[in-house]
């Protein structure tokens, strides 16, 4: 392998020849702010957070998409490169609803901590701000464009992860937006092609895409995340459940061993049946047709009753067992147990083929 | 699976039969694009025009049940044209001679009168995947759930054998898994003839191991009946059921009779998170906890062991599963007690040879493992069947085209087959109650071609009856190319259209699966 020694503030990095700067300096633990960068998406370059200076370059070139080379002196936090960045985030704020108040992704938001990390309030510059009627047509996503800072990382996770192309820019200048096709919204999916994995939601570095069930539900740092496995299909996605006052609020991104931070429509959005007022809180017994409820120990105690009486009378075989390809390894290995120890059948199965 | 999920997108050939897998497995269904974007080719075998048939190079649009005789005729060109892996066939397996016998008729003029996908698809796509370097073969239960399940199974077997696709990296055998631990369960012994890893009751020796280790003298030496043959002997044989997380009465076929046999048991115990429309028929429902609300395991699909851990209390009074087991167990005069699922799953390892080398505390610290993982410092195992398979030689089962139980006629025209949707799970127990998925996608259709459509009078959202000769449903039209005329299609995740008091219980002889992708019904407008 062909390595490149660069020197970044000072600090002698070797790297593999086609690492870039931003990845080089991330390699020592060098900090440089990115909006529009994702190491698992293409590099368009494009928002110019994460420029350096390196001498005798023409301008301050984008770490992201700069190549690191043999000899090259980098510097990521020069007084030129700070200028840069502060009229960056001042150009942004521009034209930024100042909603940190209210906003969900506030403790969570990249334009939101590069502004307090370089001190920049939003005033430098006035002038005209859009007024896009913020998109909630659907249970998943809230769009709120107002907030968008044209990074691209939503289009490029739905074309080169997804693969549903479901979003780009439209129009020019002051009037660019990220929409879907005809300007439509998410919900015409006919058009949009959307299926509302809410990958795009996960990339976004900003409030402009947020979960909508998790709006007002708590705030990023209140919440305490647990990462698990996927209740639905058998991919076995990973997840964090976001958990505030013992309540499932929400569920966002975690790096899964099968699916990284990519999930589908139900893995994302299909928690809501955990604290449904129709879940079973206690034991149910049928009497006369009709179910009372019972303590636990009324019901176990007429459950060995029964099985142990048709046990007794006609055998364990007269017992059939239903187990289930919804519940835990442990709990299947414990009811096949339970099955052939206890009750002696070994009519014991689950809707594998169903 | 044989291979993992990653390894999908790096394979350049994919050929999926059965499978709606953007759909059915999303994110499964991002690794299949992202091969095509590597410049894979993607070969579709669907009766139905589906979302991935639509990315697809080709799609070979079959009729319903004909699986058989397309797999055997892209193996009569791969022989025909000597595509074959000569060295493989001759090395790693047995009883080539008799499969290529059976195979010999399947030509594919032949097999395009049979299946109606054109013989020169078929040519082309036997020679894609032959001459493929890694070549990926995915399927669900478009391809099992017919009369003749495994025999479908075991043509897809062949064909990988023929050309030595299996064994190695990105090239294997790889069936879909539809729920999240439907490969655990099937690990843990939930299986009338199976412990463990597939350890059969029938033995001996492992009878007296499970004995030994669970402290009883002797335990029940005869496989026990599958979930199908249980609910025919109930009120018979069977007279009391014991039901944990499953919703038989939406998901079973023939709906009715299942109904009819849970009501004439002496006595049913159901143990949910919700009242589902089969415990609303128990004498017990117990309350179990959510996924959120326990610690565990889960084993997905590419037979990966993953963590499942607690987040919030259980609701109510409801209790993690293992711990009502526990509890009946030990009112019947069998303590059982555990500290935590952590002990149950070592308990459970140590007779478990496949999973002997996994511990929660190893997927703590190293996350998911894929087993066999025989020994605690093993890595677990990416592909399967590497240079020699489980049970020695590749066994070729020559197998022959058979048609569905059920085919239409007069009285019964369409055909009627059934499967998911994208955004509802399995009965709809949990996606029918997130606030979310059934706000967005609220009721159900079937979906029917423009001919069939016009020829009826139907216009997109008219209720029609639809019957078989086992039972009725009413449910809105959705009028569609994605499926041929003759054929209709909906899922069996809505309550309000339990489908499968029409779906037909006739199953497969060796793997019990019933035939769920075909029964012949009529339709009938309402309104």
Known sequence: ?354 | MTNSIAEIADADFILTTGTNTTEGHPVIGIQVKKALRNGATLAVIDPRRTEIAELAHYHLQIKSGTDIALLNGLANVIINEGLWNKEFVQERTEDFEAFKEVVAKYTPEYVEEITGVPADTIKEVARGYAKAKKASILYTMGLTQHVCGTHNVFAVANLTMLCGHIGKESSGVNPLRGQNNVQGACDMGALPAFYTAYQPVANEANRAKFAAAWGVEELPSKPGLTVGEIFDQAGKTIKAIYIMGENPVLSDPDANHVIHALESLDFLVVQDIFLTETAQLADVVLPAASFAEKDGTFSNTERRVQLVRKAIEPIGQAKPDCEIICLIATAMGYPMRYNSPAEIFDEMAKLTPSYAGISHKRLEQEGGLQWPCPTPDHPGTKFLHAGKFARGLGKFHAVEHIPPAEMPDEEYPFVLSTGRRRYHYHTGTMTHRTGALEVFYPTEFLEISCEDAEKLGICDGDILRVSSRRGTVEVAAKITDRVVPGLVFTSFQYPDVPINKLTNPVRCPIAKIPEYKVCAVKIEKVS
């Open chain 1, 1 to 354: 392998m062909t390595t490149v020694t660069l020197t970044i503030d000072g600090i002698q990095v070797t790297v593999p020849k086609g690492t870039t700067v931003l990845e080089a300096a991330e390699s020592v633990g060098i900090f440089i702010p990115t909006f529009c960068h994702d190491p698992e998406l293409s590099k368009p370059g494009a928002c110019r957070i994460c420029v350096v200076e390196i001498p005798g370059a023409r301008n301050l070139p984008a770490a992201c998409v700069t190549e690191a080379t043999e000899g090259m002196v980098v510097y990521t936090a020069s007084e030129a490169v700070i200028e840069a960045r502060k009229t960056n985030l001042e150009l942004l704020l521009a034209n930024h609803p100042e909603d940190c108040l209210t906003c969900h992704k506030n403790g969570d938001c990249r334009l939101q901590e590069y502004a307090y990390f370089y001190g920049v309030k939003a005033e430098a510059f006035s002038g005209e701000k859009h007024d896009y009627p913020v998109e909630e047509d659907n249970p998943f996503i809230v769009r709120d464009m107002n907030k968008c800072i044209l990074c691209g990382k939503c289009v490029r996770v739905c074309q080169e992860i997804q693969g549903n192309n479901v979003l780009d820019f439209a129009f020019r200048g002051f009037s660019a937006v990220v929409t879907p096709a005809m300007n439509t919204t998410l919900s015409d999916t006919d058009i949009s092609n959307c299926v509302f994995c809410g990958n795009c939601v996960a990339v976004c570095p900003v409030g402009a895409l947020t979960e909508k069930a998790m709006i007002g539900k708590g705030r990023q740092w209140e919440v305490k995340k647990v990462k698990t496995t996927c209740p639905y299909c058998g991919v076995g996605c990973q997840f964090n459940l976001n958990v505030k006052d013992g309540r499932v609020i929400g569920v966002t991104s975690a790096d899964g061993d099968v699916n990284g931070r990519f999930l589908c429509v139900k893995g994302r959005f299909g928690y809501g049946f955990i604290h449904h007022p129709d879940r079973l809180t206690t034991p149910l017994i049928k009497k006369d047709g009709k179910f009372v409820e019972a303590s636990w120990d009324e019901a176990i105690a007429l459950v060995a009753e029964k099985l142990g009486a048709v046990k007794e009378q006609y055998g364990g075989e007269a017992i059939g067992v239903l187990s289930s390809a919804r519940c835990t390894n442990e709990e299947n290995y414990l009811m096949n147990k339970f099955a052939r120890a206890v009750l002696g059948t070994n009519s014991i199965d689950h809707c594998a083929r169903l």
